[in-house]
Nanobody, 123 residues
């Protein structure tokens, strides 16, 4: 599977953005999908994950209640809706595909990564 992330940009604190990650291939629904981010000078961190069916999700504590991930398997796309953005959410955001949600959450070996999209939140 190949992934293409988009939707990043510059937004003021308290604003919203929606990221999209389009996947190629016919087996998209077989993959759990995850969102990660990496801020300057920091390690990449897990943000959100969703299982293949879309019926179960998991979030990092830092974004719980503000971010929502969803997927449309008919469109081979996963989304990250980000609300109430804070300056500390500023990072490059990546989507990734894995065999299961556990692997994504614990940072195990993943099958594919998108190229990253910049999110900048101004105060």
């Amino acid at each position: 599977v190949q992934l293409q992330a988009s939707g990043g940009g510059l937004v003021q604190a308290g604003g919203s953005l929606r990221l999209s990650c389009a996947a190629s291939g016919r087996t998209f629904s077989n993959y759990a999908m995850g969102w990660f981010r990496q801020a300057p000078g920091k390690e990449r961190e897990f943000v959100a994950g969703i299982i293949g069916s879309g019926l179960s999700t998991y979030y990092a504590d830092s974004v719980k209640g503000r971010f929502t991930t969803s997927r449309d398997n008919a469109k081979n796309t996963v989304y990250l809706q980000m609300n109430s953005l804070k300056p500390e959410d500023t990072a490059v955001y990546y989507c990734a595909a894995g065999r299961n949600l556990h692997t994504i959450v614990v940072g195990g070996a993943l099958d594919a990564w998108g190229q990253g999209t910049q999110v900048t939140v101004s105060s």
